[in-house]
Structures are given as structure tokens and as C-alpha cells.
């Protein structure tokens, strides 16, 4: 599948509630997830997840190498290849959440995948054709990128009735989790085939994982009724879609801060990110080595935290983990640019563990709240906007980092950058969602959410 619950993931259609389970079945599990690992379909859904996403791992840093090594790509070309896989997500964003919404999900979600897989199958055909170009890889992470953010909305909208909304904490979870192991062995899986079969096969790995992801989706079982349709002979019904799930988000007391505040996060870590790299090379002297093993602990991180972040919900509130995962876990960003230099090391990575674990447990659970308290109808373009809105700030963020480190320097940059970052809880830390212990009943869709 290679979503996110987010990204990243059956429909009971409009105005229905999903099923409770049945008397006497409460699972066993711990973590506040409730019997999520009961539905095959979600079991199902989780193999898609963790394959693909393994193999999404791989193209992730083998589309790179084909330019550089390959193609003979200088930065430009590279940083058009990045651009055109990021870009998407703002262009096609808000068009996708108005269509899907009137959709089933799990046929968007199959063709999703079968779509990259074919696109992603294409690399290692051209390259054996001796035709591979750039511009073809432009188009390969274009056109893969397109697919993504549509198969990312369609994911979160899908979840809520596969699992019920009373279970979305754990499995989220466990999606995450899938994610996060997958960021964890992808780069060294990647490395071991692009040395033993070359990087135009080891994306071919990924076209594999996209076409086994889509099997697994088509497996999931379960009947879906259609969401929704357009009105006969209705013109304009995108935008007006468009526009309510706007709205939607922007009135909604408990959407509308968390959406600041993951905009605002995001930006100060893109901010962070840009030079945090050059920092560690630069002022702190360190090797390829020790660079992979600071950023090996921030992805342990990642693991740690979605394994954690349902049961902290569970007895802390899920409003308090929201808001202070972040509060609490974002200082540790001023470690960097503040340690000595005989301290840099540790401090780094004393700060990455603690940017890994503060993600996915404030992912997990604001990605479970949006989804329980969005009525069905809405489910696609919420997911749309969010996404659009606090996506929209990284790249502001990676200008903004850059433009302070060459004019004041590195550890200016890195300073800002995590004060930045800290301000974001505050938009959750004065709203609605402080208060919240638990996720609220599931709503009603409204007849005129369209």
C-alpha cells in the first residue's frame, strides 16, 4: 500500500456508524487499540503495509543513485527529482479528498498500487532497453507521487470502517509501527541490492512490493457502499466539495489547532533538517559513519514511539499525549546547536532519539482523533486538507533554514529552527484538545456535508 494511516488505511457508507463488537469479545491486547488484530482484513491490510512500505524505503534512496551514478545528475537535477516526488501532495491534494469522498476507498486504494507498480516497473525495463533518461525519472516520481497522495487519503478514509472507530488508536499503531520498521531496515535493504543486482533492480523490489500490496488490499474483505455521488447534471460540485472540507477543518475547534500545530512543527523541522546535516559535517567534523549511526537511533526512535504511543493515550489522555509529546519532546532539538563541542555526539544523539519518538506518538494518536470525530462523509477531504496544510510549511521551512544559515550561520539556524518547533504546542496546549482523555463518540454524518 505504501500510505501513510495514515500516510496513513471498508466503508459502511453515509450516516452509518461502524459495528461494535459483539458482547463478550473484547481483545486481550494491550495498548488502548481494543481488537484491531480481530479483522483479517486488517491483518491483511498491515502485510500491505509493512511490504510496501519497505520497498517505498528502497526507490526512496535507488531513484537518487540511477540519477547520480547512472545518469551522471548534478544537485539541480537531484533537487528537481525530490521536487517532483514532494510536489504532488500540494497540487493534487484537495481534488483527491473531493473525489474519494465520493467513492469507495479499497478500489482506489488496489489501483493505487497496481498504478505504482507499473510505473515503478518501468525504470528497471528502460534501463535494461539501454532508453532509461532523467525525464523519465521525473515522470516515475511524479506520477508515483500523484498516486501516493491519493492512495494516502483514500487509506485514513478507509480505516474507520474496517477497524471501527472505537479501535483506530491501535491500529494506527500498528501501522505506524509497520512504517517505522520499515524506515529502519529499508536503507540497508537498499544498500545490499543495489550492490549485489544495481539500483535500476532494487527499484524493481519496489514495483514487486506495490503489486503484492494490491493483492493483499484486493483480500481485505467485507462489503463498501459508495460514500457518496454527484448530483445529476451538477457543475462546480469539486470546488463546492472542496470548499466545505475547508471549512470543515477550519471551524472545527478540535481540528482546526491541531492542524496549526502540526503546520508549525513541521516547518521548524524542515527548518532543522536543512542544515542539521551540514552541521554535523561542517562544524562538528563527523564521518559517513558516525552520521548513519546518529540517524540509526532517531529511527529506533520511530519503532519505540508508535509501540508506545496507544497505551500512553490510554492512561495519560489522549489530549495530554497530543499536546505534550511535542511539548515535552521538541526541546531536546536545542541540545544540538547548544552542546559543547566535546558533548555534540551524545547531544545529537540524545536529541534524534527523542525526535523519533515524539512522531509517531503524536501521529498516532491526532491521526486517530481526526479520524474518529470526522463524520464518513467528510473522511476525505479532512485527510486532504490537513495534509495540504501542514505540508505546505516544509518547504517554507527548508528556505527558511537555509537562508538563516548562510546568513548568520549553522547554529542560528539549528536554534530557530527548534524554537520554532517548540511554539507548536502551544496552538493544541490553549484549545479543546488539552482536555480530552479520551477519543469522543463517533458523529453523525450530516445530511449536508456536501
Known amino acids: 500500500m505504501g500510505t501513510a494511516a495514515g500516510p496513513e488505511a471498508t466503508g459502511t457508507g453515509a450516516g452509518a456508524v461502524p459495528p461494535r463488537p459483539a458482547p463478550g469479545r473484547r481483545s486481550t491486547r494491550k495498548g488502548g487499540g ?18 510496501s512500505q519497505t520497498g517505498s524505503q528502497v526507490s526512496v534512496l535507488a531513484l537518487p543513485l540511477i540519477a547520480i551514478v547512472a545518469l551522471g545528475a548534478g544537485p539541480v537535477a537531484v533537487g528537481v527529482l525530490a521536487a517532483a516526488a514532494t510536489a504532488p501532495v500540494l497540487l493534487a491534494g484537495l481534488p483527491a479528498g473531493a473525489w474519494i469522498d465520493r467513492h469507495r476507498r479499497r478500489p482506489v486504494l488496489v489501483v493505487c498500487d497496481v498504478g505504482r507498480a507499473v510505473v515503478m516497473a518501468s525504470v528497471p525495463v528502460a534501463w535494461a532497453l539501454g532508453a532509461l533518461t532523467l525525464a523519465q525519472l521525473y ?40 512504517r517505522s520498521a520499515a524506515q529502519v531496515a529499508g536503507p540497508g ?27 493483499c488490499v484486493a483480500r481485505v474483505g467485507g462489503t ?8 445529476p447534471g451538477a457543475r462546480g460540485w469539486a470546488a463546492a466539495d472542496i470548499a466545505n472540507g475547508l ?32 552541521f554535523m559535517v561542517q562544524t562538528l567534523h563527523l564521518g559517513a559513519a558516525a552520521i548513519g549511526a546518529v540517524l540509526a537511533v532517531g529511527n529506533v ?7 508506545v504511543a496507544a497505551r500512553l493515550a490510554h492512561r495519560y489522555g489522549v489530549g495530554r499525549v497530543i499536546v505534550w ?22 547531544a545529537l544523539l540524545v536529541a534524534q532519539l527523542a525526535a523519533g519518538l515524539r512522531g509517531p506518538v503524536y501521529n498516532v494518536n491526532q491521526i486517530s482523533l481526526r479520524q474518529a470525530i470526522t463524520p464518513t462523509e467528510l473522511l476525505g477531504r479532512m485527510t486532504a486538507t490537513m495534509r495540504v496544510l501542514v505540508l505546505s510549511t516544509m518547504p517554507l521551512g527548508s528556505l527558511l ?13 539549528l536554534v530557530v529552527g527548534a524554537l520554532v518547533g517548540c511554539v507548536a504546542c502551544l496552538f493544541t496546549l490553549l484549545s479543546p484538545v488539552r482536555g480530552l482523555l479520551s477519543i469522543p463518540p463517533a458523529p453523525a454524518d450530516p445530511p449536508d456535508s456536501r
Open 34 to 51: 481494543g481488537g484491531a488484530w480481530d479483522s483479517p482484513g486488517f491483518r491483511r491490510l498491515l502485510v500491505a503495509e509493512t511490504v
Open 224 to 231: 463498501e457502499e459508495r460514500p457518496g455521488s454527484s448530483p
Open 247 to 278: 471549512r470543515y477543518v477550519a471551524a472545527h475547534p478540535l481540528l482546526r489547532p491541531i492542524a496549526a500545530c502540526s503546520a508549525v512543527s513541521n516547518l521548524g523541522s524542515a527548518m532543522v533538517g536543512t542544515v542539521l546535516v551540514l
Open 301 to 307: 526512535g520511530l519503532v519505540v514511539g508508535a509501540m
Open 325 to 346: 509529546s511535542l511539548g515535552l519532546g521538541t526541546p531536546f532539538a536545542l541540545l544540538v546547536p547548544l552542546a559543547p563541542r566535546s558533548m555534540a555526539v551524545p
Open 189 to 215: 535493504l537498499c544498500g545490499g541490492l543495489v550492490a549485489v543486482a544495481g539500483a535500476p533492480l532494487a527499484v524493481a523490489a519496489d514495483a514487486l512490493s506495490f503489486g503484492f500490496s494490491a493483492v
Open 401 to 413: 533554514g537555509g537562508a538563516i544559515a548562510s546568513v548568520f550561520g549553522l547554529r542560528p539556524a
Open 139 to 178: 515522470v516515475v516520481a511524479f506520477a508515483c507521487g500523484v498516486l501516493t497522495v491519493w492512495a494516502d487519503i483514500a487509506a485514513q478514509a478507509f480505516l474507520p470502517s474496517l477497524v471501527g472507530r472505537h479501535r483506530l488508536a491501535g491500529a494506527n499503531a500498528s501501522l505506524e509501527v509497520a
